[in-house]
């Protein structure tokens, strides 16, 4: 009994080592690797964000054969949002395809920053919506990442924008108390010093407070803050955060629609838990929700009306996070169609899809071509410019849906930009890179 | 002043809520001298599972009554197929099978469920009461006393019953306890079906405080310093261990936190167990052991 | 047949307290030496030095110093991963603050100070034994990520918090391709394996033993309860120290406190378990089974793909990493490195048992 399961076992082991050896072989395809989470504590936000890029990949697949005519293929490689588990994911999946891979999309941002070097040195471009280093913005130094649509810091502007538009103009900030209660990690911190910026530029107080990691509990920390008396709670949270900072607001009666969220805390998995609580809550947005999109509406009719679909509950569909999948699939997909139009209609290289998405041009006219008006706003991209916007809309939760709450938000470039430049530089130096002279891209 | 009292009668009733989960671990040790990682693993699936089946429209109590009978078939199934296999071994062993245990949970319990986060209502609004101008929540009294009464009964159930003082005697030495005629398969599964039965309730609170979501395995490590600080084996112990956790961490957050940068509950109510334990190694509760050569 | 001891006779005490007593295991261990510094790095693709082989090199040594401290020595402890962001952070640390320090003398500084950490947070195993003590580690685990996050002075002031490792360089040499960082790791962690199993076979290791067996009975014979513990405390630290400064420059790239977090401790001590207590091989046949089986998992996995949802698939992936955890723990639980010993037993006799 003991040696046969040890045969058995020894015997599995050998099979996978097999497939490890075995590479596939594939004709003229664009391969597009998907390190996605569906297993543990972030599930349930990264199933569907995996499932809306699949589910639009197919799509354009189904509908136009792929992009010019060569078709998009993909495979997944479960990251469970570790760092080390995603390097393995872009060790396995970086040389796959005709080409290589397109480009690498984790959604995380530890991933992201340790996948970094690796992906300059293979020249394989990351793309980060709405999350991922700031400074990363300005791309004659970090060639390979793109922080599309908003990073945190042009969050943080729009943050302070739309609390100054809730109070009646900018000049009313002044002598206002902001509460900035923050995630207990480098994430947790990575906006404190735009926010100072910010509080030194409109004269309103800054109270930076800690919730400790995981941030299952925060009785302390909304003592403290009603004991300060803010008139907004700026909430830089993730995951389990979110849900026990309403609670706890709740708990202490600090009003919800005084708390304005980064877009981590802006899906349904956020406030649903909180149940009741929630009702009034603001959050960051880059990508609405919602099924009204004609994109969204023909994923349900090629796809998921034969079958076809990635989600196995078609109630995810139309769900923040789905969005936000569907947006990063257009997003790649377009990045690999302008990059054709340089390169050709053939399979593309990492270098070569870097390329398009340093020339992305998603005017308002091309998305609603897309099916996506105004599902994002607006994103050109240059070699100055990897960031491409910067605008976040916010959004409310009136108990059962989210519900706009402003429009559009422009960053503040005019403080952002020298911080940018500022850690650009820093980082360049740290590593020796000589950024590049944007001036001279094509 | 008020908002002194108001800090550490906030901080007491969230230590009631840690008390809760350290309860499941208390069990097990107690009977089994099993760490058991599961515990956690327990709670979400057990809040999953009666979050689930509410959804499917049944009523509260029977969805209840449901929940607890899967609960009680989980507990009497790890017994049969893991802990049954494992009797004798190091405790390190056991303890890793919970581990794996906590995995197969986790994953059946996303399995089964799927990974949708859930709000769960108990019908206590969290709204506070005023009492001399200081703020309580209605929510934690109310889980305060629920998991008070739970400890007063299981300390009765295992001070005053025979099956109590078999699971005493189990822990302490199974093979002795065999030799004396005490069905060790049994008194397990019933420990286990009881640790259960306690995930469940420190699920169903949990669960309404932070929404029903994998991040409930979590909770587990505001219960460890609780554990240590009561000692594994002694379950008023981890009462007023949860108490001393709870009050002493959200005054330290909040007065000395402002000295040293804040964001301390994490490693305070460690520290601070670290304190007690150098004084009584085997926490405030603990039964001491004596050492013989 | 082919694995028999017959015939070879230890004519001198050098040859009977060799490492390797057995000619068989000698040619095994030369072969494998041969095999993963010269092959492995010319065949192995980029996907298996970087993505496979260097992190289960870097946990084995991690593991290797926690069985140490656990397996030897006897000390339960949940803060190998704060003794590893100890080793990484002061590592880079130095690596900025002295301009010029080669890479190797970076390192080893790094690890003496997560020694100096680990003394500090051993003291407590004074007093605190056994799972106690366990959770009292924990109290390093949370201090040491919350200070490391908290000031700023620890990640040279970065906006993010999450610093780049510099470049590494060794005699002049850059290591910058997989294979190389393979090499660099193969190369640090084979050292320390042979410096551990000295150790452990030295009387330093034998008085660790004497103290996990029983330490008052051991303090008996006049074995320094405190220099033992501590020394076990300090040189495990270093190595998890050095397994740390490794896990963030050479497979991460970044030093990032959250690398580092309490998932990390946990699963080094399950990789010791699984592998074996009080085992060297044990160390390595466990970081094997934990690093490798859920990628292992996730391959097979894929070969389902399309035909299963995805999202079942990564869950019973989860769920059959757990089971056979509590499966191999039933069949062996003392661990896989016993397996290994029974094979080798069995092998003996073989093909004539009786």
């Known amino acids: 009994m003991k040696t046969n399961s040890l045969k058995r076992s020894v015997l599995a082991v050998a099979v996978s080592l097999g497939t490890l050896a075995a590479g596939q072989a594939w004709a003229a395809e664009q391969f597009i690797p998907i390190p996605s989470y569906r297993v543990g504590p972030y599930a349930s936000g990264g199933s569907k964000y995996y499932g809306g890029l699949i589910d639009y990949i197919n799509l354009v697949n189904a509908k136009e054969g792929g992009v010019g005519g060569v078709k998009l293929t993909y495979e997944e490689c479960e990251t469970e949002y570790k760092n080390d588990r995603g390097v393995e994911c872009y060790e396995r999946l970086k040389a796959k395809g005709e080409a290589g891979a397109s480009m690498f999309n984790f959604m995380s941002t530890g991933i992201t920053y340790a996948t970094m070097d690796r992906a300059s040195q293979d020249k394989i471009p990351l793309v980060t919506i709405g999350f991922g280093r700031a400074d990363a913005k300005d791309g004659s130094v970090f060639p390979y990442v793109f922080p599309l649509i908003t990073s945190y810091w042009s969050q943080a502007s729009a943050k302070i924008s739309y609390i100054g538009q809730r109070l009646g103009g900018m000049d009313k900030l002044k002598g206002k108390k902001i509460v900035n209660l923050y995630h207990g990690s480098a994430y947790g911190k990575e906006t404190m010093p735009v926010l100072e910026a910010f509080a030194k530029k409109y004269g309103f107080e800054l109270v930076n407070v800690e919730v400790p990691a995981p941030g299952t509990e925060q009785q302390s920390q909304w003592l403290e803050i009603r004991r300060q008396q803010p008139d907004f709670v700026i909430l830089r949270s993730w995951g389990v955060m979110t849900p026990a900072a309403i609670k706890a607001a709740a708990k202490v009666g600090f009003p919800r629609d005084k708390i304005v969220a980064v877009w981590w805390g802006g899906s349904e998995e956020d406030v649903i838990p909180a149940g009741e609580a929630a009702k009034g809550y603001i959050a960051g947005s880059f990508a609405s929700d919602g099924v009204g999109f004609p994109v969204i509406q023909d994923i349900q009719k090629t796809l998921y009306a034969n079958g076809k679909g990635n989600l196995s509950d078609q109630a995810a569909i139309g769900t923040v996070n789905y969005n936000r999948g569907v947006i990063g699939g257009i997003m790649m997909v377009e990045a690999i169609r302008v990059a054709q139009g340089k390169f050709g209609k053939k399979a593309l290289n990492g270098d070569e899809v870097r390329w398009g998405l340093e020339h992305l041009d998603l005017s308002p006219a091309r998305l609603k071509a897309l099916g996506a008006a105004n599902m994002i706003p607006g994103v050109k991209t240059s070699c100055a410019n990897h960031e491409g916007s910067g605008y976040t809309r916010f959004m409310q939760w009136d108990g059962k849906a989210w519900k706009p709450a402003s429009g559009w938000i422009a960053p503040d470039n005019s403080v952002l930009d020298p911080l940018v430049k500022a850690s650009a530089d820093k980082y360049a130096k740290e590593k020796g890179i000589t950024p590049r002279d944007c001036s001279k891209e094509k | 002043m008020q908002f002194f009292i108001e800090v550490m009668v906030g901080g007491l009733l969230a230590g009631v809520m840690y008390s809760l989960v350290a309860l499941g671990f208390v069990l097990i040790y107690k009977a089994s001298g099993v760490f058991n990682f599961a515990q956690g693993a327990l709670v979400l699936f057990a809040a999953l599972t009666f979050v689930s089946i509410e959804k499917m429209g049944v009523p509260f109590w029977i969805a209840l009554a449901i929940t607890l009978g899967i609960m009680v078939l989980m507990g009497v199934a790890i017994e049969r197929i893991v802990l049954r296999r494992l009797v004798n071994q190091p405790p390190i062993s056991l303890f890793m099978a919970t581990i794996g245990l906590s995995f197969f949970i986790e994953g059946l319990a996303q399995t089964v469920w799927g990974t949708e986060v859930h709000g769960l209502e108990l019908g206590i609004t969290d709204e506070p009461f005023d009492v001399m101008g200081v703020f309580i929540s209605k929510f934690d009294l109310f889980a305060a006393t629920l998991s008070g009464v739970l400890v007063a009964g299981l300390a009765l159930f295992f001070q005053k019953t025979k099956l109590g003082r078999a699971l005493r005697a189990v822990a302490d030495d199974h093979q002795a306890a065999l030799s004396v005629g005490i069905p060790l398969k049994h008194i397990w599964a019933i420990v286990w079906a009881v640790a259960g039965f306690v995930a469940l309730v420190a699920g169903m609170l949990w669960g309404s405080r932070l929404g029903v979501q994998f991040a409930l395995t979590l909770v587990v490590l505001k219960a460890l310093p609780v554990l240590i600080l009561g000692g594994f084996t002694s379950v008023p112990g981890a009462i007023v261990g949860g108490l001393i956790v709870g009050a002493g961490e959200k005054l330290a957050e909040v007065y000395l936190g402002p000295f040293i940068g804040g964001g301390i509950e994490n490693w305070f109510p460690y520290m601070l167990a670290l304190v007690f334990l150098l004084v009584r190694p085997e926490g405030l509760f603990g039964e001491r052991h004596i050492e013989r050569v | ?354």
């Open chain 3, 1 to 354: 047949m082919i694995y028999r001891e017959a015939g070879q006779f230890k004519i001198n005490y050098q040859s009977d307290s060799a490492i390797l007593p057995i000619v068989q295991d000698r040619m095994f261990m030369i072969g494998l030496m041969v095999v993963s510094f010269l092959v492995i790095p010319v065949l192995g693709s980029d996907y298996f030095l970087a993505g496979i082989l260097t992190p289960f090199l870097i946990l084995s040594l991690a593991a290797l110093g926690l069985n140490i401290l656990t397996g030897y020595a006897g000390q339960l402890s949940l803060g190998s991963a704060a003794f590893m962001a100890v080793g990484a952070f002061a590592t880079y640390n130095f690596m900025i603050r002295i301009p010029g320090i080669p890479l190797l003398l970076a390192l080893v500084l790094g690890g003496l100070m997560a020694a100096l950490v680990g003394i500090l947070f051993g003291l407590p195993s004074l007093r605190i034994k056994g799972f106690y003590l366990a959770v009292a580690t924990l109290a390093a685990q949370f201090f040491i990520e919350w200070a490391l996050t908290k000031f700023g002075w620890f990640t040279n002031y970065s906006s993010s918090g999450v610093i780049s490792a510099p470049e590494m360089q060794v005699f002049g040499i850059v290591i910058d391709s997989a294979a190389k960082k393979y090499l660099f790791t193969l190369a640090i962690v084979a050292l320390l394996t042979l410096a551990a199993k000295n150790m452990v076979r030295s009387s330093l290791g034998r008085s660790w033993m004497a103290v996990r067996d029983m330490d008052v009975a051991a303090e008996v014979i006049g074995i320094p309860i405190l220099k033992t513990k501590l020394l076990a405390f300090a040189i495990s630290s270093f190595y998890c120290g050095i397994a740390g400064a490794l896990w963030a420059f050479v497979l991460l790239g970044t030093v990032d406190p959250q690398a580092f977090d309490l998932h990390r401790s946990f699963q080094v001590l399950f990789m010791i378990i699984v592998g074996g207590v009080g085992s060297i091989l044990g160390s390595y046949l466990g970081a094997a089974f934990i690093v490798l089986l859920p990628i292992v998992l996730n391959l097979i996995g894929q070969l389902f793909h399309g035909a299963i949802s995805t999202q079942f698939l990564s869950n019973m992936e989860m769920m059959l990493f757990g089971g056979l955890i509590i499966f191999f723990l039933i069949v062996e639980p003392l661990g896989l490195a016993r397996l290994w010993q029974i094979a080798k037993e069995k092998l003996r006799m073989w093909p004539f048992p009786h």
